[in-house]
């Protein structure tokens, strides 16, 4: 066998290699989007309920992103963000990996999408992350939920009581319910910043 030969034997296979590779990878995408869908319409639902409940609540969906607005009171309210991450890739963090994947697995058969959360109140960071993975399975950590498993083809209702759920943390947030609060902050205050009519500093107690 020529070297030409040899060379395109071994780049066809190099070609299938690939094409499965690409292959797996779009399809945690494409379920990785699809939970994303059920998810952000299942948070659209729990806010139209929380209006029915008295709540000043709004979702705003575009592309890949949902926003939820919150009003407990005039002044008293809260946003949350989630947005579908682009991309795929192994996961590291052991409270979102798949139970029979390793952290040293970098095969994309492992890989898992990400929907991400902010929330003003948590800073710049994500404080909501999902991990989704090819088979359907996802499992999510952070503010609005330590730590919690489903499937992406979990019926309506349990999907929708879980959205309700980080609804519900929301709604804590805004209103300083549920454990939620804020203490006396130790930063100075002067005379000069009650004369100016400052707001004394505080700090946040995040909901644990």
Not at 142 to 149: H, P
Not at 181 to 190: D, K, M, V
């Given at each position: 066998?020529?070297?030409?030969?040899?060379?395109?034997?071994?780049?066809?296979?190099?070609?299938?290699?690939?094409?499965?590779?690409?292959?797996?990878?779009?399809?945690?995408?494409?379920?990785?989007?699809r939970f994303s869908k059920r998810l952000f319409a299942?948070?659209?639902?729990?806010?139209?309920?929380?209006?029915?409940?008295?709540?000043?609540?709004?979702?705003?969906?575009a592309k890949s992103v949902l926003i939820l607005r919150?009003?407990?009171?005039?002044?008293?309210?809260?946003?949350?963000?989630?947005?579908?991450?682009?991309?795929?890739?192994?996961?590291?963090?052991?409270?979102?990996?798949?139970?029979?994947?390793?952290?040293?697995?970098?095969?994309?058969?492992?890989?898992?999408?990400?929907?991400?959360?902010?929330?003003?109140?948590?800073?710049?960071?994500?404080?909501?992350?999902?991990?989704?993975?090819?088979?359907?399975?996802?499992?999510?950590?952070?503010?609005?939920?330590?730590?919690?498993?489903?499937?992406?083809?979990?019926?309506?209702?349990?999907?929708?009581?879980?959205?309700?759920?980080?609804?519900?943390?929301?709604?804590?947030?805004?209103?300083?319910t549920g454990g939620v609060g804020r203490r006396w902050?130790?930063?100075?205050?002067?005379?000069?910043?009650?004369?100016?009519?400052?707001?004394?500093?505080?700090?946040?107690?995040?909901?644990?």
């Amino acid at each position: 066998m020529g070297f030409e030969e040899s060379a395109l034997t071994r780049l066809r296979r190099y070609r299938e290699e690939t094409d499965r590779s690409l292959e797996v990878q779009r399809g945690i995408g494409e379920t990785t989007r699809r939970f994303s869908k059920r998810l952000f319409a299942g948070l659209e639902y729990s806010a139209a309920l929380g209006r029915k409940a008295g709540f000043g609540m709004e979702a705003e969906r575009a592309k890949s992103v949902l926003i939820l607005r919150l009003e407990v009171a005039p002044g008293m309210g809260t946003r949350l963000t989630f947005g579908l991450a682009s991309g795929v890739a192994a996961e590291t963090d052991e409270d979102l990996m798949h139970e029979d994947l390793s952290r040293y697995s970098l095969d994309p058969s492992g890989y898992s999408g990400r929907i991400l959360g902010w929330s003003e109140e948590a800073g710049e960071e994500p404080c909501q992350t999902f991990a989704i993975y090819g088979d359907g399975v996802w499992k999510t950590k952070g503010l609005f939920v330590a730590k919690a498993r489903g499937r992406v083809d979990d019926a309506d209702e349990i999907l929708n009581g879980f959205c309700l759920r980080i609804v519900g943390r929301l709604v804590d947030l805004a209103a300083m319910t549920g454990g939620v609060g804020r203490r006396w902050g130790t930063e100075p205050y002067t005379l000069p910043d009650l004369r100016s009519g400052g707001e004394h500093p505080t700090e946040l107690r995040r909901p644990g």
